[in-house]
């Protein structure tokens, strides 16, 4: 049953009560126990008060964050459900009392955030809290830490109704702007019929091919094909280990200076700086195990052939609007919710390249296949039949082993154009990400206003240097820009 269809249940009081959808029971699963942390950074430190008294008119309204999931049934057949309960917002708000002078306050909150994972949330209560850290970093005034469990709606869901949460900070009743993917406008010419046929005849082709491609070496991965080993693999059961989460900001400007110059998307140029860092820290990586010298980055010490994927989880419902959230919260509507999620795999190309363009024109290549292909309808279509046939226990399976074979997961969100403030709080920065998944290494990108936040979850103990990594992903984003502009592909920069 999809979400957002809800059930009225009759006991000694009328209640709202909804089935767990296919997504949310997989989430639940030891081996996919999946939970969203959300780090947020504020400019000022913290009036409890006011915060607490804003989610109530607010956040706690939402049917989800306001509903705890019940189990019901025996052993061979449960029943799981989301049920409406009364929020305590004392159980879900914490306050630690923290010194102000603590030494090495950003190690303190990476610390503290990572600590937090190591509790599951409590299943009586709604799954979500919020960690309000009233201490200053080098980045931020203090900061909160959301943390939500996956079932409760996918992450683009669940970050649109934080932002609604949200007022911008020139405007303190306006709901913040988040850019919106403007549609190509048709050029079709009647006199080009003949060749506007033979062109969406050879897409079509394209498509049915790429898809018929993907579809194999997605049932391939999930039954033996496996990523080559690499320093930044984690080996079986890394999903149940402790994550470390630490974050940078670089330009938006700079990205999208790269985006204008090589006519692409924000996408493509941000996979490209990716695969640029993760070759920079692979090649360092490589050349500390042979122990013979310094590390010299200008010789390559990564295997060839190097089989390393990302995997992308795709939103499949039209996520809910910032508008839609805050009409939710205000009135009580009830708009379709929840997790409809599809799998794709995207290949990364892994070597130092001499031309540091030529990491974003690999990325774009790929990404441009990947954008004529129906792998995540079909995966997620083959999930959700495997799930209605067999169960979760077999679905799942499924999914951890395909996720095993592969070495990490990419995601990105876009976020107000604007700065904006949290219950009169203004926000420096917003740094989400995920933990639980049988991944070694999370990636996330998160704009907001002029800036990018490069959000890490790692296992430690598989990648020891995660600041390491972000600085070399910082510094390619350098590189590709400046050589953007020694090649005059754009001029007038400073």
């Not at 996520?319 to 009830?334: E, L, N, R, T």
Request: glycine share 6%.
């Amino acid at each position: 049953m999809m979400m957002g269809d809800h059930v009225k249940a009759s006991r000694s009081s009328h209640h709202d009560e909804e089935p767990l959808s296919p997504a949310a029971r997989f989430f639940h699963t030891p081996r996919f126990n999946l939970y969203i942390i959300a780090i947020v950074g504020f400019k000022t430190s913290f009036n409890t008060d006011v915060i607490k008294a804003g989610l109530e008119q607010t956040l706690v309204k939402h049917p989800r964050f306001s509903s705890k999931m019940v189990v019901e049934g025996n052993k061979y057949c449960k029943n799981k459900k989301w049920t409406q309960t009364k929020v305590n917002l004392e159980d879900h708000i914490i306050v630690p009392e923290l010194d102000p002078n603590i030494d090495f306050p950003d190690r303190f909150v990476e610390d503290y955030v990572s600590n937090v994972t190591r509790t599951p949330l409590d299943l009586s209560k709604p799954l979500w809290e919020l960690h309000l850290l009233n201490i200053k970093t080098s980045d931020a005034g203090a900061v909160g830490v959301f943390r939500i469990h996956h079932s409760m709606g996918d992450g683009a869901s669940l970050i649109s109704l934080l932002l609604a949460c949200t007022r911008k900070t020139s405007d303190p009743v306006a709901l913040p702007s988040v850019p919106v993917k403007k549609r190509a406008r048709s050029t079709f010419n009647s006199r080009d019929g003949f060749w506007w046929f033979f062109l969406a005849i050879w897409l079509f082709l394209r498509l049915i091919w790429n898809t018929m491609v993907d579809v194999f070496l997605f049932v391939a991965t999930t039954l033996f094909l496996k990523d080559m080993k690499t320093p930044i693999k984690g080996a079986p059961g890394v999903e149940l280990n402790v994550k470390k989460f630490v974050h940078r900001t670089v330009s938006l400007d700079d990205i999208k200076l790269v985006k204008n110059a090589m006519n692409m998307t924000v996408n493509d140029v941000v996979v490209g700086i990716t695969q640029a860092g993760l070759s920079r820290y692979l090649n360092r990586r490589y050349s500390e195990e042979k122990k013979d010298g310094p590390v010299k980055q200008s010789n390559s010490n990564i295997p060839k052939g190097i089989r390393l994927r990302a995997v992308i989880l795709v939103n499949l419902r039209k996520s809910a609007g910032i508008q839609d959230m805050a009409d939710m919260m205000a009135k009580g509507s009830k708009i379709r919710w929840g997790n409809l999620i599809g799998y794709m795999f995207l290949p990364f190309t892994i070597a130092l390249q001499d031309d540091p363009l030529d990491y974003v024109w690999k990325a774009k290549d790929t990404i441009d296949r990947k954008k004529l292909s129906l792998e995540p309808i079909f995966t997620a279509t083959c999930i959700g039949l495997v799930f209605k046939i067999f169960g979760t226990k077999v679905a799942t399976a499924i999914i951890c082993r395909a996720l095993s074979n592969i070495t990490m997961a990419i995601s990105g969100v876009v976020g107000p154009q604007e700065e904006i403030s949290f219950y009169g709080h203004p926000i420096a920065y917003l740094a989400p990400t995920v933990y639980g998944d049988p991944t070694a290494l999370v990636i996330h990108y998160q704009s907001y206003v002029n800036k990018m936040t490069i959000s890490l979850s790692v296992d430690p103990s598989v990648i020891p240097d995660p600041h390491d990594l972000c600085n070399d992903i910082e510094e390619s984003l350098k590189l590709i820009r400046h050589a953007v502009v020694n090649k005059g592909l754009i001029k007038d920069v400073v």
